[in-house]
């Protein structure tokens, strides 16, 4: 991925945060049989010990890609936040000179590393409590998977694979305004505060 020094996040936690709040990833692997990606959602493990956190989810056994996996490739999994068109009419600046054009806000977060297929009844358990868990959270009436009767489970863990990677690089951009003046970026974050679109709204939030 392309960042600019100024779009740039480098900061772990951040980056790890960012994934929690937008877990649901792509998972891409290149192979010697091609290409492929899938839509997952992820659960980040993360530690004291300075590293930058482990990525669990899981597929469905009846995937081939899980295979591929086992052959020790590395993978790019990508989380991508909010994002927004940004019109030039919102720049002050556009009255004085003209020389503004329409760009795009966006938060991308980028993890490379090794997977480990993980077929343990236990840590499958595990990863699934934690995974609905992080979701249900704040509910009035948050579902857990020890509702569902455990036979049922039990059989529908069958037919899954886990996967774990452990994270190697993780890249962070977040294009928000930065590289314009106070004054523009005033005008950006009002817009889209105002405006009629969840995302840009969302997008609002990262204009500072």
Not at 12 to 36: C, K, P
Not at 62 to 77: C, D, T
Not at 167 to 193: D, M
Request: hydrophobic share 35%.
């Amino acid at each position: 991925m392309y960042v600019p020094s100024h779009f740039a996040e480098q900061d772990s936690q951040t980056l790890q945060q960012y994934i929690r709040d937008y877990g649901f990833g792509l998972l891409i692997v290149a192979d010697e049989q091609g290409i492929e990606a899938n839509h997952l959602p992820f659960h980040i493990n993360t530690d004291a010990s300075g590293s930058l956190g482990l990525l669990q989810c899981h597929l469905a056994r009846s995937n081939p890609v899980w295979q591929r996996l086992e052959r020790g490739a590395r993978v790019l999994v990508v989380f991508q936040g909010p994002d927004a068109y940004v019109s030039p009419a919102w720049y002050p600046t556009k009255a004085e000179s003209g020389r503004v054009v329409p760009t795009w806000n966006y938060l991308a977060v980028h993890a490379q590393g090794r997977p480990r297929v993980v077929q343990d009844v236990d840590w499958l358990r595990s990863h699934l409590h934690q995974l609905t868990d992080r979701h249900e959270t704040g509910r009035a009436q948050p579902w857990s998977v020890d509702d569902a009767p455990q036979d049922y489970t039990e059989r529908l863990m069958q037919g899954i694979v886990g996967v774990e990677i452990r994270i190697e690089t993780l890249t962070g951009k977040l294009k928000a305004s930065q590289n314009q003046p106070g004054r523009n970026k005033a005008g950006v974050k009002a817009a889209l505060a105002g405006g009629d679109d969840t995302k840009g709204h969302a997008m609002s939030k990262f204009i500072r």
